[in-house]
């Protein structure tokens, strides 16, 4: 079931959410690479907490791959599969000296062969830092463009080709920022806000 009113809805969420959404804060390439890693299984909320002493011990990818991974998951703890991660971020950062220079690639061909990067991940990072078509599979954007009739599907992979093909490139990005922003405050998982949803009336899944 494919809905018929992509336009409207791209249309009102883009007037409904503000022009700048971001979820992670973050200084420049590297820690958005890391944070976004650091996300999995996971809030945003708490990645948040521990990324300040995070990146104010290891601020570059030089010091980041030198480091102890016990002091790793020491600061990381909290989010969560902090064994996983810690060796996830410190090859990670290795992979980026070794193999780009220290910068974060910007083609998610490559970006997925980072350890710890996910199609998720590179699509956060190409539309994020180099303003490219991303279409960003978390729970939110699946549970919102599944219940809109926009894909059948709730494998990642499958909602991202979904996606991309009714989507328009340039508008992608901002649609999965619109729809992740609205799963967060109107769409949940558990009791939607059908009530209230500003595109109940283009839901074929609305809920009453």
Same mark, same amino acid.
């Given at each position: 079931?494919? $809905?018929?009113?992509?336009?409207?809805?791209?249309?009102?969420?883009?007037?409904?959410?503000?022009?700048?959404?971001?979820?992670?804060?973050?200084? *420049? *390439?590297?820690?958005?690479?890391? $944070?976004?890693?650091?996300?999995?299984q996971t809030t945003d909320q708490q990645v948040m907490r521990v990324a300040p002493e995070l990146f104010? *011990?290891?601020?570059?990818?030089?010091?980041?791959?030198? #480091?102890?991974?016990?002091? &790793?998951?020491?600061i990381i703890h909290a989010t969560g599969f902090f064994h996983a991660k810690a060796r996830n971020i410190k090859e990670a950062?290795?992979?980026?000296?070794?193999?780009?220079?220290?910068?974060?690639?910007?083609?998610?061909?490559?970006?997925?062969?980072?350890?710890?990067?996910?199609?998720?991940?590179?699509?956060?990072?190409?539309?994020?830092?180099?303003?490219?078509?991303?279409?960003?599979?978390?729970?939110?954007?699946?549970?919102?463009?599944?219940? &809109?009739?926009?894909?059948?599907?709730?494998?990642?992979?499958?909602?991202?080709?979904?996606?991309?093909?009714?989507?328009?490139?340039?508008?992608?990005?901002?649609?999965?920022?619109? #729809? *992740?922003?609205?799963?967060?405050?109107? $769409?949940?998982?558990?009791?939607?806000? $059908?009530?209230?949803?500003?595109?109940?009336? &283009?839901?074929?899944?609305?809920?009453?």
């Open positions: 079931m494919m $809905c018929k009113n992509t336009d409207e809805i791209l249309r009102r969420l883009d007037e409904k959410y503000p022009a700048d959404i971001q979820f992670l804060k973050f200084r *420049n *390439n590297f820690e958005l690479l890391i $944070c976004v890693i650091l996300s999995a104010r *011990n290891f601020p570059t990818p030089q010091l980041m791959a030198e #480091a102890d991974i016990a002091q &790793l998951e020491k950062a290795k992979m980026l000296l070794e193999k780009y220079d220290g910068r974060v690639p910007d083609k998610i061909e490559e970006l997925v062969k980072i350890p710890g990067v996910g199609r998720k991940t590179a699509n956060v990072v190409v539309g994020t830092v180099f303003s490219q078509p991303a279409v960003i599979v978390d729970t939110h954007f699946k549970r919102v463009t599944y219940r &809109l009739g926009l894909t059948d599907s709730k494998e990642p992979e499958k909602v991202e080709m979904d996606i991309r093909r009714i989507i328009p490139p340039a508008m992608q990005y901002r649609f999965s920022m619109t #729809a *992740n922003l609205h799963g967060r405050e109107c $769409c949940h998982a558990r009791n939607p806000e $059908c009530d209230r949803c500003f595109l109940s009336d &283009l839901c074929p899944r609305h809920i009453t």
